[in-house]
């Protein structure tokens, strides 16, 4: 659907953004979040509620309902210690077109369950 189309494309605008850190602009306002997690991005809190309908707002609400379900999870080795990035496409050194087809996939199970559009994903949009 549509709404499905708006989510893919926001969040691998997002991911080519954090992978390249380019445009610089962009990727500044992007804040991480401070939650004990690399992946997870800081929502900006707005008064307006016009203000809520911005590229970074969504894109970060976007990305934190997303990012664990299209990554890799890593696993932790024999003495226990989990180092981000040990699993192939588990931090943001994954392919673009492994990201693409992971969300792709995830993105058509939604819609075949016959979920509203966000209910499944983002409770926050």
């Known amino acids: 659907t549509l709404h499905h189309l708006y989510i893919k494309h926001i969040f691998i605008e997002l991911f080519k953004i954090r992978k390249e850190r380019t445009p610089m602009s962009l990727y500044d306002q992007l804040k991480t979040s401070l939650r004990g997690t690399s992946q997870l991005l800081y929502i900006p809190r707005f008064s307006l509620e016009i203000s809520r309908q911005n590229f970074v707002y969504n894109g970060s609400a976007i990305w934190n309902a997303v990012i664990g379900l ?34 792709k996939k995830y993105l058509m199970d939604i819609q075949k369950s016959n979920l509203p559009p966000y209910s499944a994903l983002i409770p926050l949009l």
Not at 70 to 91: A, F, M, R, T
């Open 70 to 103: 299209v990554l890799e999870k890593c696993v932790p080795h024999s003495s226990n210690v989990i180092i981000p990035g040990s699993s192939i496409n588990s931090d943001l050194s994954a392919s673009i077109a492994a990201v693409k087809n992971k969300l």
